[in-house]
């Protein structure tokens, strides 16, 4: 067994592999797998284009990209039917595919809802949803096989996964060689030139030959012929520069870094810089010798020493970034590499000003489910679409589909050929997105930066390419991208924003024109779609789930005007439960991305933390879906709030509406997990309020409440010690009878967290709320779904709320009295001595102890992030 492993980031680990029982060096199985994966993408690429070769080569070549761009196209639950598409990324993967078969006529002067259509009309999309159906677990264990495996498997160049390094080869490719009639059969090459490195990375060149025959067999009676695609990948490491080999080589020059190594390994030692002075077999024999724990530490130290080259000094200096131990102490000076040849191509970086303005502009929830969506779509897809379109005039090709690299949060980047524009390509991109009419049509405009990516022989650094992007951002503040300002007139006010003038009516309001394109659309998207759209979850065995029957069970066809109380766990229209709002974002991102050392480490992170949120979202759905369908019958109508309660799941940046009995230990779950996977902690904020409050307000608490949340390092304390407190934290808090708003939420957390004391921490360190949960028997999905299908849930809730309530009460009358804090903690001390029953006792112990870093109980216990928890179950029943 060869020893590699690759270097995690932000939590700093190598994950070797065979580590935790996963191996891919000589797994049969998932070779197998990635076969039969191929070739029936191949089978569905001939059937999509009718067995006309040249287009369903096209078309192959993007399906295949696709699995390497997994986190953007997959949605948070695998889809099995549904008429409309409710994310932007699967408009688009319908948009990459569709585009090589049928003239899909879009254009620059299409309504948005023009946009829409036509791509929802493309026929195959069943063929699509049936493809990911069938192939969803061997997709997701491909995916993550070359995510957790290392491009180069020396210490020092293993921060790359092979699913960056394959995408920026194939990028590279397509930047290489414009205008190719063979340019899919090159981007096929290069996508799975490296593929033979999961199974055998010693002889990696000569697997991929074993895979491409024994693909080439399975394809033999299909439209695509695989026999040039095969040539080309067994030649990229021959005695003749290709296509491939030089694309090969720059991706890989990109990402290694081997002058910094160089430079680093001065200083590690003799046993190290013999491996590396060593080739091919006495090179990876070398390693092995040298062991894992060096290994490891090996790839740490020219990890630390190599950022310490590359990084500005204000990132190095920022106070976040205490917390990571791989961000180095000092910045080493080194010169910048000029790049030589010849410029290849742009990246374009699409950014929405405004975003959650724009958002939660909305009162109903089904307007604003569609806005969460239709951000995405309108700085990733839409963006693509109008760069391709325009692409395809001019050079009368297309954008591959590796060309959309990211695009989450926001904001996305777009790689541009050199050869779409006639001058100056900056100008002639920007000029591109003004005055469009699906933006006119909304009042929006996107803010565009454009900055140089690759020349003939480099690819620019991450950081270099973002400080050009950056030098551009004055332009976000300009006029020209902010709302327009409506003059003070006689005119009839939008009844929905209350801003803009109404120019028409819909329904019984009267409407600005911007309100009503996104009522009209929202009617059978967003939260429409989510709940139309069936399900596939991974109980006991597959389950389909389409959350629309729970609904009109309860609330009839018009399900979607009671849209809340359905996403509150309503059993019956006159029911009285309530809903949770869970706002979290990751901590630190902007200093974890900024510290990318390439363009491909900032993508592995990217990536990473899109696929691992994801998958955390999916195997808690399926839990939960697990537990009530044992407890009730084959019936979920928890899950179905749920699944079609998340308005957003992408990147770090999640925004999700369930009921509230299960909004806390969902959300405890779901970070838990997101933390294994992603490396990544979260702050998290729960504002838990009556389903008919004003949805925008409750966000705007949430928010103040998330931000609230996060564990701070105390002034002063060294790196070493800061490592700790990089901690997922949650906040909670429950509005029965007051208007949850930002200024609200600022003066509750006056009133209890105070600067000589406080009954709130509202930083809860996610192990602590665990540990709450599991003492009140309400962490299992089980017991949560057990209360809420109880008949005396009201009784067993207050059972677990009584203590808590008569403390709360107590500290309430003496919040302004002196020594008040000294004589709540001697009142719950007394009630600690006094007490027989096993779970008082304990919740009350809980609020006194120590705990470290976090909590002291001589000035702040938890009182009321307690109350509020406890309290989310009891509104949460009714």
């Given at each position: 067994?060869?020893?590699?492993?690759?270097?995690?980031?932000?939590?700093?680990?190598?994950?070797?592999?065979?580590?935790?029982?996963?191996?891919?060096?000589?797994?049969?199985?998932?070779?197998?797998?990635?076969?039969?994966?191929?070739?029936?993408?191949?089978?569905?690429?001939?059937?999509?284009?009718?067995?006309?070769?040249?287009?369903?080569?096209?078309?192959?070549?993007?399906?295949?990209?696709?699995?390497?761009?997994?986190?953007?196209?997959?949605?948070?639950?695998?889809?099995?039917?549904?008429?409309?598409?409710?994310?932007?990324?699967?408009?688009?993967?319908?948009?990459?595919?569709?585009?090589?078969?049928?003239?899909?006529?879009?254009?620059?002067?299409d309504?948005?809802?023009?946009?829409?259509?036509?791509?929802?009309?493309?026929?195959?999309?069943?063929?699509?949803?049936?493809?990911?159906r069938?192939?969803?677990?061997?997709?997701?264990?491909?995916?993550?096989?070359?995510l957790?495996?290392?491009?180069?498997?020396?210490?020092?160049?293993?921060?790359?996964?092979?699913?960056?390094?394959?995408?920026?080869?194939?990028?590279?490719?397509?930047?290489?060689?414009?205008?190719?009639?063979?340019?899919?059969?090159?981007?096929?090459?290069?996508?799975?030139?490296?593929?033979?490195?999961l199974?055998?990375?010693?002889?990696?060149?000569?697997?991929?030959?074993?895979?491409?025959?024994?693909?080439e067999?399975?394809?033999?009676?299909?439209?695509?012929?695989?026999?040039?695609?095969?040539?080309?990948?067994?030649?990229?490491h021959?005695?003749?520069?290709?296509?491939?080999?030089?694309?090969?080589?720059?991706?890989?020059?990109?990402?290694?870094?081997?002058?910094?190594?160089?430079?680093?390994?001065?200083?590690?030692?003799?046993?190290?810089?013999?491996?590396?002075?060593?080739?091919?077999?006495?090179?990876?024999?070398?390693?092995?010798?040298?062991?894992?724990?060096?290994?490891?530490?090996?790839?740490?130290?020219?990890?630390?020493?190599?950022?310490?080259?590359?990084?500005?000094?204000?990132?190095?200096?920022?106070?976040?970034?205490?917390?990571?131990?791989?961000?180095?102490?000092?910045?080493?000076?080194?010169?910048?590499?000029?790049?030589?040849?010849?410029?290849?191509?742009?990246?374009?970086?699409?950014?929405?000003?405004?975003?959650?303005?724009?958002?939660?502009?909305?009162?109903?929830?089904?307007?604003?489910?569609?806005?969460?969506?239709?951000?995405?779509?309108?700085?990733?897809?839409?963006?693509?679409?109008?760069?391709?379109?325009?692409y395809?005039?001019?050079?009368?090709?297309?954008?591959?589909?590796?060309?959309?690299?990211?695009?989450?949060?926001?904001?996305?980047?777009?790689?541009?050929?050199?050869?779409?524009?006639?001058?100056?390509?900056?100008?002639?991109?920007?000029?591109?997105?003004?005055?469009?009419?699906?933006?006119?049509?909304?009042?929006?405009?996107l803010?565009?930066?454009?900055?140089?990516?690759?020349?003939?022989?480099?690819?620019?650094?991450?950081?270099e390419?973002?400080?050009?992007?950056?030098?551009?951002?004055?332009?976000?503040?300009?006029?020209?991208?902010?709302?327009?300002?409506?003059?003070?007139?006689?005119?009839?006010?939008?009844?929905?924003?209350?801003?803009?003038?109404?120019?028409?009516?819909?329904?019984?309001?009267?409407?600005?024109?911007?309100?009503?394109?996104?009522?009209?659309?929202?009617?059978?998207?967003?939260?429409?779609?989510?709940?139309?759209?069936?399900?596939?979850l991974?109980?006991?065995?597959?389950?389909?789930?389409?959350?629309?029957?729970?609904?009109k069970?309860?609330?009839?066809?018009?399900?979607?005007?009671?849209?809340?109380?359905?996403?509150?766990?309503?059993?019956?229209?006159?029911?009285?439960?309530?809903?949770?709002?869970?706002?979290?974002?990751?901590?630190?991102?902007?200093?974890?991305?900024?510290?990318?050392?390439?363009?491909?480490?900032?993508?592995?992170?990217?990536?990473?933390?899109?696929?691992?949120?994801?998958?955390?979202?999916?195997?808690?759905?399926?839990e939960?879906?697990?537990?009530?369908?044992?407890?009730n019958?084959?019936?979920?109508?928890?899950?179905?709030?749920?699944?079609?309660?998340?308005?957003?799941?992408?990147?770090?940046?999640?925004?999700?509406?369930?009921?509230?009995?299960?909004?806390l230990?969902?959300?405890?779950?779901?970070?838990e997990?997101?933390?294994?996977?992603?490396?990544?902690?979260?702050?998290?904020?729960?504002?838990?309020?009556?389903?008919?409050?004003?949805?925008?307000?409750?966000?705007?608490?949430?928010?103040?409440?998330?931000e609230?949340?996060?564990?701070?390092?105390?002034?002063?304390?060294?790196?070493?010690?800061?490592?700790?407190?990089?901690?997922?934290?949650?906040?909670c808090?429950?509005?029965?009878?007051?208007?949850?708003?930002?200024?609200?939420?600022?003066?509750?957390?006056?009133?209890?967290?105070?600067?000589?004391?406080?009954?709130?921490v509202v930083?809860?360190?996610?192990?602590?709320?665990?540990?709450?949960?599991?003492?009140?028997?309400?962490?299992?999905?089980?017991?949560?779904?057990?209360?809420?299908?109880?008949?005396?849930?009201?009784?067993?809730?207050?059972e677990?709320?009584?203590?808590l309530?008569?403390?709360?009460?107590?500290?309430?009358?003496?919040?302004?009295?002196?020594?008040?804090?000294?004589?709540?903690?001697?009142?719950?001390?007394?009630?600690?001595?006094?007490?027989?029953?096993?779970?008082?006792?304990?919740?009350?112990?809980?609020?006194?102890?120590?705990?470290?870093?976090?909590?002291?109980?001589?000035?702040?216990?938890?009182?009321?992030?307690?109350?509020?928890?406890m309290?989310?179950?009891?509104?949460g029943?009714?």
């Amino acid at each position: 067994m060869t020893l590699r492993g690759k270097l995690n980031l932000p939590e700093f680990v190598v994950k070797f592999d065979g580590e935790g029982g996963r191996s891919y060096e000589g797994n049969s199985e998932l070779e197998e797998k990635v076969v039969d994966l191929l070739s029936h993408l191949a089978e569905v690429s001939c059937v999509i284009a009718n067995n006309n070769e040249k287009k369903a080569m096209d078309v192959y070549a993007d399906l295949i990209s696709m699995l390497y761009k997994l986190p953007m196209f997959v949605s948070y639950a695998p889809i099995t039917e549904g008429k409309y598409l409710p994310t932007a990324f699967e408009y688009f993967f319908v948009y990459v595919v569709a585009r090589h078969v049928k003239d899909m006529n879009i254009t620059v002067k299409d309504t948005l809802q023009q946009v829409l259509e036509k791509i929802e009309d493309f026929n195959h999309i069943d063929t699509i949803r049936q493809l990911i159906r069938d192939y969803f677990y061997s997709i997701r264990d491909v995916y993550e096989a070359l995510l957790e495996t290392p491009a180069d498997t020396r210490p020092g160049f293993n921060f790359t996964s092979l699913v960056s390094h394959i995408q920026l080869t194939s990028l590279m490719t397509w930047l290489l060689q414009p205008a190719s009639y063979d340019l899919n059969y090159l981007r096929v090459a290069a996508l799975l030139h490296d593929i033979g490195k999961l199974f055998n990375p010693r002889h990696h060149v000569q697997e991929a030959l074993d895979i491409m025959r024994e693909l080439e067999n399975r394809t033999a009676n299909s439209c695509i012929k695989l026999g040039r695609v095969k040539g080309l990948v067994v030649s990229h490491h021959g005695d003749f520069e290709s296509i491939i080999s030089k694309a090969d080589r720059l991706a890989a020059s990109a990402d290694r870094l081997s002058d910094l190594v160089n430079e680093a390994l001065k200083n590690v030692g003799k046993e190290a810089m013999e491996c590396f002075s060593k080739r091919r077999e006495e090179s990876f024999d070398c390693f092995d010798k040298l062991g894992r724990e060096k290994y490891e530490k090996l790839s740490k130290e020219l990890y630390i020493k190599i950022l310490s080259y590359l990084l500005p000094e204000d990132i190095i200096e920022n106070d976040e970034a205490k917390v990571f131990p791989f961000i180095p102490e000092k910045v080493e000076r080194v010169q910048r590499v000029e790049p030589k040849g010849r410029l290849l191509g742009y990246i374009a970086y699409i950014d929405f000003p405004g975003i959650q303005k724009f958002i939660f502009n909305y009162p109903k929830i089904r307007d604003m489910s569609f806005a969460s969506m239709l951000v995405d779509f309108l700085v990733s897809v839409y963006p693509f679409i109008v760069l391709d379109t325009e692409y395809s005039k001019r050079t009368k090709s297309r954008l591959p589909a590796e060309a959309l690299l990211s695009g989450y949060g926001g904001h996305s980047y777009i790689v541009i050929r050199k050869d779409m524009c006639e001058k100056d390509c900056v100008s002639e991109i920007k000029e591109l997105f003004k005055e469009l009419p699906v933006l006119k049509d909304l009042d929006l405009k996107l803010s565009v930066s454009v900055s140089d990516f690759a020349y003939e022989d480099y690819i620019v650094k991450y950081n270099e390419m973002w400080d050009s992007i950056k030098a551009q951002f004055y332009e976000r503040y300009l006029a020209d991208f902010e709302e327009e300002v409506y003059s003070v007139g006689l005119h009839r006010v939008c009844d929905n924003c209350g801003v803009r003038p109404a120019v028409d009516k819909d329904e019984e309001e009267y409407l600005c024109r911007r309100c009503l394109e996104m009522r009209k659309l929202s009617k059978t998207r967003g939260f429409m779609s989510k709940a139309k759209s069936t399900y596939s979850l991974k109980l006991d065995r597959v389950e389909k789930l389409t959350p629309e029957l729970t609904a009109k069970a309860v609330f009839g066809d018009n399900y979607g005007e009671y849209a809340m109380e359905f996403l509150a766990g309503y059993t019956k229209v006159d029911d009285s439960k309530y809903v949770s709002l869970i706002k979290a974002d990751g901590n630190r991102g902007s200093v974890i991305f900024s510290s990318s050392a390439t363009f491909s480490d900032f993508l592995d992170r990217s990536f990473r933390l899109d696929y691992g949120v994801k998958k955390a979202f999916y195997e808690t759905i399926s839990e939960l879906a697990d537990k009530e369908k044992s407890a009730n019958s084959g019936k979920f109508p928890l899950t179905s709030a749920v699944l079609s309660g998340v308005l957003y799941l992408g990147g770090d940046d999640i925004f999700i509406i369930t009921p509230a009995i299960v909004s806390l230990p969902f959300a405890v779950k779901l970070f838990e997990r997101a933390k294994q996977y992603t490396g990544f902690t979260f702050k998290v904020g729960i504002v838990t309020v009556k389903p008919d409050h004003p949805i925008q307000f409750a966000f705007q608490a949430a928010e103040e409440l998330m931000e609230n949340s996060k564990i701070r390092p105390p002034e002063n304390v060294t790196r070493k010690e800061a490592e700790k407190y990089n901690k997922t934290s949650i906040g909670c808090v429950v509005f029965s009878s007051t208007l949850a708003s930002r200024s609200v939420m600022v003066s509750e957390l006056k009133k209890y967290k105070r600067n000589d004391y406080s009954y709130m921490v509202v930083a809860n360190d996610i192990e602590a709320v665990k540990s709450l949960l599991q003492l009140a028997k309400l962490y299992d999905f089980s017991d949560v779904v057990g209360l809420y299908l109880s008949k005396d849930n009201r009784q067993k809730v207050r059972e677990r709320l009584r203590q808590l309530e008569d403390i709360v009460g107590y500290a309430e009358q003496r919040l302004d009295k002196p020594n008040n804090f000294l004589m709540v903690i001697a009142y719950i001390l007394r009630k600690i001595a006094k007490s027989d029953e096993g779970y008082d006792k304990e919740v009350l112990k809980k609020l006194v102890s120590r705990k470290d870093g976090v909590s002291d109980p001589t000035r702040e216990i938890p009182l009321y992030d307690y109350y509020f928890m406890m309290k989310n179950f009891r509104v949460g029943v009714g």
